[in-house]
């Protein structure tokens, strides 16, 4: 199943992480967005984003945005997670953890199974 994600601070701050499988394994090549909420559960407009590296590391350097935030991470054969980062997040990185796309949604899709 979903591993539990911490939150990460931001504001003018760093905000750095890794994309893992439901192994544990590291995701390189993830596409990981920061993205505004909009109104309701809308989503808003994206603000950054970034590929993870080899070892499924991701950072950016300095994020000024007004939270809440919303981080979405995207990758071949893996469901698309998104995670809230509110204004009372203090850690410094993250851990995002990717589960298996399932079958129905990969044929949906048009992707062989």
Request: charged share 10%; glycine share 12%.
């Given at each position: ?6 939150t ?11 994309v ?69 997040s ?24």
């Open positions: 199943m979903l591993g539990i994600c911490q990460a601070a931001f504001g003018g701050s760093s905000i750095t992480g890794v893992r499988d439901s192994s544990g394994a590291p995701v390189p090549g993830a596409l990981v967005q920061i993205v505004t909420v909009g109104a309701g559960s809308g989503i808003g407009a994206i603000l950054e984003q970034t590929r993870s590296a080899g070892a499924g590391t991701f950072q950016w350097p300095s994020v000024d945005a007004a939270p809440p935030l919303r981080i979405r991470v995207t990758a071949s054969s893996f469901a698309t997670r998104e995670i809230v980062l509110s204004p009372a203090t850690a410094s990185s993250i851990e995002i953890r990717l589960a298996p796309e399932s079958v129905n949604a990969a044929i949906k899709q048009g992707i062989p199974v």
